[in-house]
């Protein structure tokens, strides 16, 4: 049950941004092999977080597809899915250990405190209007950009002594991260289920008033209610989702989604040139023209 998803079958975008990351930030610093081996363990590890958290969060969705094909919790049932997402949980935190830096080790606990956060904010919604955009920011930071921007920091700490790089490595992990949620947010209106491996319109249906929909609302106020009720009410997820397509919300948060690949790029540019920092500016574009 825990290896299912590790099928070679997932983006593996949060390694790869790391494996980047932890080569841009050695130019800065002569490493040896044996740091090399734990950036790469750092990159292993993030997606085994990613992965508990896909697990666990299917089983609080109640979602019976991913990547194409059943989820943990439809195949196995929930009771087991739940262990499931701890025994990998429990793997990356023995490979963490391992690695034997604390630093480390308490850069990446505070994503996983970041998650179950994350998932508990978005069990809540904000009544008022203007502390909802907020609400939502946060959110998509937690759930979503504190693994990519954390593991992004740990490697460059292993990586080289100088805190600014340290710093440069957090914020295009950061920004790089709500980019690609709020994309995933978009997607959610835009791309159909084949593309995705899992039902679309999936957020109305949970209840969930993502960045397309706030846009939408502040162009037709008569969303409020919906989002208020959380689309509780029969016909409530068509007619929100008629209401988001003919606004500019998709418009609206794709500009949003631009505007942190740039200051992503902004950030990384400070590195020293290499291919890997190249390549770490090209993936902020891939984060916007993706469709799955
Ligand atoms: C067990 C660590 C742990 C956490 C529990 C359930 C929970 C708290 C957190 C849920 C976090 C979550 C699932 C966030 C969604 C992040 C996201 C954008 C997922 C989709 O990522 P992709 O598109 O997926 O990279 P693939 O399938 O390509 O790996």
Do not use: W, Y
């Given at each position: 049950m825990s290896e299912y998803y590790f099928d070679g079958k997932g983006k593996a975008f949060?390694?790869?941004?790391?494996?980047?990351?932890?080569?841009?930030?050695?130019?800065?610093?002569?490493?040896?092999?044996?740091?090399?081996?734990?950036?790469r363990a750092i990159a292993?590890?993030?997606?085994?977080?990613?992965?508990?958290?896909?697990?666990?969060?299917?089983?609080i969705d109640d979602a019976s597809s991913r990547r194409g094909k059943h989820t943990v919790n439809k195949i196995w049932g929930e009771k087991k899915a739940v262990l499931a997402g701890d025994l990998i949980l429990s793997a990356a935190s023995i490979a963490l250990a391992r690695i034997g830096n604390t630093t480390v080790i308490s850069i990446l606990t505070q994503v996983i405190e970041d998650l179950v956060r994350?998932?508990?904010?978005?069990?809540?919604?904000?009544e008022n209007e203007n502390e909802r955009f907020a609400h939502y920011l946060?959110?998509?930071?937690?759930?979503?950009?504190?693994?990519?921007?954390?593991?992004c920091k740990a490697v460059s700490v292993l990586g080289c002594p100088d805190p600014v790089v340290h710093e440069i490595a957090y914020q295009y992990g950061k920004n790089i991260g709500i980019a690609f949620q709020l994309i995933d947010d978009v997607l959610d209106f835009t791309?159909?289920?084949?593309?995705?491996?899992?039902?679309?319109?999936?957020?109305?249906?949970?209840?969930?008033?993502?960045?397309?929909?706030?846009?939408?609302?502040?162009?037709?106020?008569?969303?409020n209610a919906m989002i208020m009720r959380r689309f509780s009410l029969p016909g409530d997820v068509d007619r929100a989702r008629q209401y988001v397509?003919?606004?500019?919300?998709?418009?609206?948060t794709t500009y949003l989604a631009q505007q942190y690949c740039h200051e992503a790029v902004r950030e990384i540019s400070k590195l020293?040139?290499?291919?890997?920092?190249?390549?770490?500016?090209?993936?902020?574009?891939?984060?916007?023209?993706?469709?799955k």
């Open positions: 949060r390694p790869i941004i790391v494996a980047l990351m932890a080569r841009a930030c050695n130019i800065h610093h002569n490493n040896s092999r044996h740091v090399q081996a734990s950036q292993l590890i993030a997606e085994m977080i990613h992965t508990a958290s896909l697990v666990h969060d299917d089983v994350g998932e508990f904010l978005q069990l809540g919604s904000k946060e959110k998509t930071f937690k759930k979503t950009a504190s693994l990519i921007a954390n593991s791309s159909c289920s084949d593309q995705m491996g899992k039902p679309t319109s999936a957020d109305l249906k949970l209840g969930l008033a993502t960045g397309p929909v706030l846009f939408a609302c502040q162009q037709f106020p008569e969303m397509l003919q606004s500019d919300g998709v418009q609206q020293r040139p290499s291919p890997e920092r190249d390549a770490l500016i090209q993936l902020s574009e891939i984060v916007l023209t993706r469709d």
